[in-house]
């Protein structure tokens, strides 16, 4: 009987010291993910290949900036188009832009536009003068070929953290 009674008591113990700790476990999780600037990398298919030709797919791609956080502006300092050796094809700013809180942002790369080729990509970097939610910036591409249509998304990837 003193031996069950323990392994309640054990049991109590260590649900209060779970039950206790969990909200210290959730706010240190909630501030961990502000920032105030980062560069970000993000995938860009304009074009796929299909069949055992690897016959092109063009596709049209949107990339999405957009803030999040509800009570802060950022500052957009890069937004870059890059092809698949790596080298610049084209500068969509050319002076900070700032996007309000919960505001958005879009840049389009035309189905025709091949420049970029299957391993195009962007850079954009931001930062805001207070900590905050980061922006979610993701692109978007889309392209329809004889009845056969294709859509998918791609998110980016933090590359520099805290510019």
Known sequence: MKKKNLWVLAWVFWI??????????????????????QAIYVPAYSHIYTGSREMPFLLTVTLSIRNVD???SLK??????????????KKYITTATTLKPLE???????????????????????????????????????GTQAQQ??????????????D
């Open 76 to 89: 957009l300092t890069e937004v870059g188009c890059y092809g698949t050796e790596g080298a610049l094809l």
């Open 104 to 142: 958005s942002l879009r840049y389009v790369v035309p189905e025709q536009d091949k420049t970029g080729g299957s391993g195009a990509n962007f850079m954009v970097r931001w930062q805001s003068a207070h900590p905050m939610n980061p922006p979610i910036v993701e692109s978007i591409m889309i």
């Open 16 to 37: 209060a010291g779970f039950v206790c700790s969990a909200p210290l476990a959730i706010c240190a999780e909630e501030t961990a993910g502000l920032s105030s600037g």
């Open 149 to 162: 249509g294709i859509s998918f998304t791609s998110r980016g990837q933090v590359i520099v953290p805290s």
């Open 70 to 72: 509800p009570t802060h």
